[in-house]
């Protein structure tokens, strides 16, 4: 099945005769207008389509038909074709699907704002007929939520890749561009099916060399296979660029040379591929070089390269994730969580149009739940792009099935009431950035499952009031089929498996309790604190929690609008699932339920790690209903998970028994 592997959610499986009998009626006949790349794509892709789902063969042409036929095409091209034909208005990559007529035949129009319109249409027609959607009534516009929805890969030129778990890079080897390119194709396929336009594919750790001269023809490979996809190339750069590999003496970005060596180097970038997107900086965090060395700040740099890039139409991401990760953990007004908000907020205003301030949902770090970054609601007249994780790096590495949708739907949803009106997260996007860190591996992440991950964050890129239950059952039916038993299942393992994860590894705000100064997989509770790098849950002897609050806290609370500090300042009035994240309180303080912070702890974790285990036995009954290499290999998987939900749930129960002191009511804590 390692076609299949491949084609993820695009499978195409011959659907049942009878959900096949309600297409009869499609045309036989495609007529494509122009013949850009993604306009080609549009047309193989719906051939391919209608062949494996359908057993049907369409013709190509690109004269006026006489017959019905399914028409592609820019909205321009196509009013110019069809002067009868009324195009809506349409952003430049949304897409409009539609029956109509045309000189006395039916067509069935998927005409595009852009070229990657009628691409993203098609995608869009092929998935309802794969879940056996009734086309007679098709009318829809669709635009997308924020127009630029990308995805980064943490990849580095030797094959590795930082925080990915599904093999190396498909994108470099050896210092090198990969020979051959076709998984990076086939994944821009993937990423185009659910509407993302833009792929940085060098880890944010930039190696310095990926702008060299030698280097720029072999990135220019890489764009040529996501050009048919409609997906742009971008890098990430490294500040120092323009002195560790550019001969200069200095990469100070006020200094006239280091923006001419900017400047020149995008020149020579843009010759060789015209339709580059755009680069990612990380700059002063985690070790990376920035403008701090020269007593400059963010806006100095990111302007340095928006202006080198500007002329070609391309655009910076430059990421909010700049703290000190030497934190002094005996300052009780030290807090990791408040630095973007601190170093950025004051910067609003200042950055060039095409300068995009790239945030992590949350102020710390993926961690299992934080609370939106307040950043969101800090820059008001900046760009903006959340940055997710789809790759599981405190989520368990793949090894857990995690459906993150419904995580990322908390931080999109969350009203920051900028200046007193609604604004959730989602309404204050330019840009969606997903770090993906897909693999060589056949499956794409290296779990069947957690590709649902990569699926709805496309669909949450392009429409963010998409339900997660919506999205994860269209998932299903790409992936596994239209068998109702089957569907019901599998959503009901992924819509639980976030509440589950969180339960059994961090509940209550406690962020995921793993081994942060080693592979972020696994218990290790211990390791949070007393350390520079600031996740500190602070459990004592008596009490656990970090008190961020304006009153007798670090502060943090205040970074949020009045309206949103009301839910976060008082212990009472925070959410349970958000309480030890805000503040510090006794181990026999009572949740809203009712029941003491130590005891729901203790039981929290009972729960997740039996939620785990009935993941399995949900999964066994589909046994008859799933291809056996599938099956086995997700019933592998959770097996291990739910083993692995018992290490994580003795381990922290022992643990806080330990710092705490007090048993577990039901007796079960501590008797291994
Ligand atoms: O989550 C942390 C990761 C680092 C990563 C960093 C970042 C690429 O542990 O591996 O570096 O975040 O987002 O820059």
């Known amino acids: 099945i390692a076609e299949d592997g491949h084609d993820a959610w695009l499978r195409y499986a011959r659907l049942h005769e009878a959900t096949a009998k309600q297409f009869q009626s499609l045309p036989k006949l495609v007529v494509t207008l122009g013949d850009s790349p993604p306009i080609g794509s549009a047309q193989t892709e719906l051939k391919r389509g209608l062949a494996r789902m359908l057993g049907r063969e369409i013709r190509a042409s690109k004269q006026t038909p006489t017959q019905d036929f399914i028409l592609l095409g820019v909205r321009d091209q196509i009013e110019e074709m069809f002067a009868n034909l009324h195009v809506p208005e349409l952003a430049p990559d949304g897409f409009w699907l539609d029956w109509t007529e045309v000189g006395g035949h039916k067509a069935l129009v998927i005409a595009g704002g852009s070229d ?3 691409l993203y249409g098609t995608f869009a027609l092929l998935g309802k007929i794969a879940r056996g959607e009734n086309l007679e009534t098709l009318d829809e516009v669709q635009n997308p939520a924020a127009p ?6 943490w990849d580095n030129l030797d094959g590795t890749i930082e925080r990915g778990y599904a093999g190396p890079s498909i994108f470099f080897e050896n210092g090198s561009v990969r020979a051959d390119l076709t998984r990076a194709r086939e994944y821009a396929r993937l990423l185009a099916s659910v509407g993302l336009n833009g792929c940085v594919v060098n880890n944010v750790n930039a190696d310095p060399r990926i702008l060299d001269d030698a280097f720029i023809p ?3 490979r890489i764009a040529d296979a996501f050009r048919p996809y409609g997906v742009k190339l971008g890098v990430s750069v490294n500040l120092s660029m323009p002195k560790t ?5 200095t990469f100070d970005p006020l200094d006239p040379r280091v ?8 020149d020579a970038l843009y010759r060789a591929i015209p339709d580059f997107g755009g680069v990612v900086v990380k700059a002063d965090s985690e070790g990376q070089l920035g403008p701090s060395a020269y007593g400059r700040t963010p806006v100095d740099a990111a302007n340095v390269i928006a202006r080198a890039l500007r002329p070609h139409h391309g655009v910076v991401f430059y990421r909010a994730f700049v703290y000190n990760h030497h934190l002094d953990w005996k300052d009780p007004k030290a807090d990791r969580a408040r630095a973007a908000y601190d170093i950025f907020h004051p910067l609003d205003g200042r950055f060039d149009d095409n300068v995009i301030v790239q945030i992590k949902n949350g102020p710390i770090d993926f961690q299992v739940r934080e609370p939106a970054s307040p950043l969101f609601g800090g820059v008001k007249q900046t760009s903006k792009a959340i940055e ?6 405190y989520l368990g590495q793949q090894r857990h099935t995690v459906y993150l949708a419904p995580m990322w739907k908390q931080t999109l949803d969350f009203d920051m009431h900028v200046d007193g009106h609604d604004t959730p997260v989602k309404s204050l996007l330019r840009g969606v950035v997903g770090v993906a860190n897909v693999g060589m591996d056949a499956n794409w992440l290296a779990n069947h499952l957690a590709m649902a991950n990569l699926y709805s964050f496309g669909r949450l890129a392009w429409d963010s009031n998409l339900s997660a239950e919506a999205i994860v059952d269209e998932w299903m039916r790409l992936t596994f089929g239209n068998d109702p038993e089957v569907v019901q299942k599998v959503r009901e393992i992924q819509m639980e498996s976030w509440p589950a994860y969180e339960h059994y590894t961090g509940p209550l705000g406690l962020q995921t309790l793993t081994n942060i100064t080693g ?5 290790a509770p211990e390791s949070q604190e007393r350390n520079g790098w600031g996740q500190w849950i602070r459990a004592e002897h008596d009490g656990v929690g970090m008190d961020r609050s304006v009153s007798t806290g670090t502060g943090f609370v205040g970074q949020y609008s ?11 009035a925070t959410p349970d699932e958000l309480l030890l994240f805000f503040h510090h309180v006794p181990y026999t303080y009572k949740l809203h339920g009712g029941k003491t912070v130590i005891q729901a702890i203790y039981d929290f974790h009972y729960e997740g790690a039996a939620q785990a285990n009935e993941f399995v036995n949900t999964w066994e009954t589909l046994e008859r209903k799933i291809d056996p290499d599938r099956y086995q290999a997700v019933l592998a998987q959770l097996s291990y998970q739910a083993d692995h939900a018992i290490v994580w749930r003795d381990a922290i129960n022992d643990w806080c028994l330990r710092t705490s002191g007090i048993s577990d009511a039901q007796d079960r804590v501590g008797h291994h």
């Open 116 to 118: 990657r319109g009628p």
């Open 148 to 153: 630029l929805r990308w995805i980064n890969q």
């Open 218 to 220: 072999q990135l220019a």
């Open 245 to 249: 590999v550019g001969g200069l003496d």
């Open 259 to 266: 923006q001419a060596w900017w400047a020149h180097k995008f």
């Open 388 to 393: 997710l994780q789809i790759t599981q790096e």
């Open 519 to 523: 592979p972020h997989y696994g218990p």
């Open 562 to 572: 009045a309206e949103a500090q009301k839910q976060f300042e008082t212990a009472a």
